[in-house]
Every structure is written in structure tokens, then in C-alpha cells.
């Protein structure tokens, strides 16, 4: 008989609604957005589905690089989804490119809608106007430059400074950022940055790093929604990182 934990779920829940699960690993109970969904795919491989979307009977299992490689290494997965289940040992690496993924797109569309400043001098002024969501650096930059932004955000926010991330590499913020070596940015208060949030936490997480998320999770936004309300506060074009106004969808440049 099926249990009332996972019984058909034809569309899982999205992050902030509905029960709570339970992780086949450790058996805690927790929200959805702190668990990974899996499903069974059609040659009966274990398939991540981040989404929480697709169909058919899944599982759960914590937000941990660490436990997913237990689920995978005591083959919990077979009996969690009570039939014969396939999971690569390369299943951990996988999740993780693909909430890094998720990030470098959550980081983009926040770009895309005039919310990131890049480089050391715009990214201090950001921080001396108050108005920034997070702090993002390269993973691979130089730690003198994270330090001084750091010191530079205590002052200004003392004990409530905003999360700061370090969970993309150069290149990645590079190709997120459609720019050359970005090694700084700050995001302004707005949709995009939520959704952003809320990717940079759950693959921080993941990794076993400090939760550096802060309170706003905004995975209940869709890039379409979030881009939408980003406009409509800021007129129908956007806003360049200087103020100025831009054609929709053009990616500023550093100066």
C-alpha cells in the first residue's frame, strides 16, 4: 500500500507550499525547498527533477552533496521508489552543475533587469547607497578585494548586512554577466534578485556551505514573473546600472 508521503504526484509542490517531506536518508522532515526530488526515469535511471515538476512517484532527499551520495551508495533510492532504481555514482556532480546552473541563469535574469553592478568601485558605491539584496563573488577571486568589500559592508549595515555568495567562478559570472572578468557584484532590491536568492542558497546548501541566504526566497517567482515585476517597478525598458534607461533585454556593460 502507498503511503500519503508521495502517493502519484502528478506536480510537485513549488518551494514554500505544501507538506513537508521526509528525506530517505536521515528521515528528518523538512520544507521542500531544503530537499531534492527525485524521480524514476523511463530506463529506470534516478532522475533529479529540481523543479519539483515532473510526474510520477518521488522521493526526497536533504539539500547535502554529503546525502545524496549516501542515497546513492546504500541504494536507498530502490527502496524509496519501491522499484528497481539505477543511480550513477556521478549523480552528486550532476546536481551540483545543475543548481550551479541555475544560479548563473538566476544571476543573468537579475542582469537582464538592471539589477547587478559589477566591478570593485560601482560595487563599494552600491553598498555605501544601502540599497543592495546580496553580495556575489567570484569564487576564484582574489580574497583582498571580498575582504575590503566585506569590511565596507559591515559599516554600512552593521549586523543586517545582506547574504553574500561566493558560489560561481569567474568564468561563470563571466558568461552569466555577458562581461569579462567579474570578480564583484552587488544586486539590487527587486523580483530578479529573489529569484537569484533563492538559487545561490539552495546550491550554497548543497555544497555544505554557511546558509548565507538571508529571509527572502523567491522560489515561488518564475523567470517570466520575476523579469515582469522588475519592469513594472522600474518602467517598461529596465534600468542600467547607472540609472539610465535601456532596451529590454540588453545586458549593461562594465565601464
Request: hydrophobic share 40%; aromatic share 4%.
Amino acid at each position: 500500500m502507498e503511503t500519503g508521503q508521495d502517493r502519484r504526484e502528478p506536480a510537485a509542490p513549488l518551494a514554500g507550499a505544501g507538506p513537508e517531506r521526509s528525506c530517505i536518508v536521515t528521515r528528518e522532515t523538512r520544507a521542500p525547498e531544503d530537499l531534492i526530488r527525485f524521480v524514476l526515469g523511463p530506463d529506470r535511471a534516478v532522475v533529479p527533477d529540481l523543479k519539483r515538476k515532473l510526474p510520477g512517484r518521488g522521493v526526497w532527499v536533504g539539500l547535502s552533496r554529503a546525502l545524496v551520495a549516501q542515497a546513492v551508495k546504500k541504494q536507498l533510492f530502490s527502496r524509496g521508489l519501491r522499484d528497481k532504481a539505477i543511480a550513477s555514482p556521478d549523480l552528486p556532480d550532476l546536481i551540483e552543475t545543475l543548481l550551479a546552473r541555475d544560479a548563473a541563469q538566476g544571476l543573468a535574469l537579475a542582469n537582464k533587469a538592471g539589477l547587478v553592478a559589477t566591478g570593485f568601485a560601482k560595487v563599494e558605491a552600491a553598498i555605501a547607497s544601502g540599497k543592495i539584496a546580496a553580495l556575489v563573488h567570484a569564487r576564484d577571486g582574489a580574497a583582498d578585494g571580498k575582504r575590503k568589500l566585506r569590511q565596507a559592508l559591515r559599516r554600512r549595515f552593521g549586523d543586517r548586512t545582506p547574504p553574500e555568495f561566493e558560489i560561481l567562478t569567474i568564468d561563470e559570472m563571466d558568461s552569466a554577466l555577458g562581461r569579462g572578468n567579474v570578480v564583484h557584484a552587488a544586486l539590487q532590491q527587486g523580483a530578479a534578485a529573489k529569484v537569484f536568492l533563492a538559487s545561490a542558497r539552495r546550491l550554497a546548501l548543497y555544497r555544505g556551505d554557511d546558509d548565507k541566504s538571508g529571509s527572502e526566497r523567491g522560489a515561488d517567482l518564475t523567470a517570466n514573473e520575476a523579469f515582469g515585476q522588475d519592469c513594472e517597478a522600474s518602467g517598461a525598458a529596465g534600468r542600467d546600472g547607472a540609472g539610465g534607461d535601456r532596451p529590454p533585454g540588453e545586458i549593461s556593460r562594465d565601464a
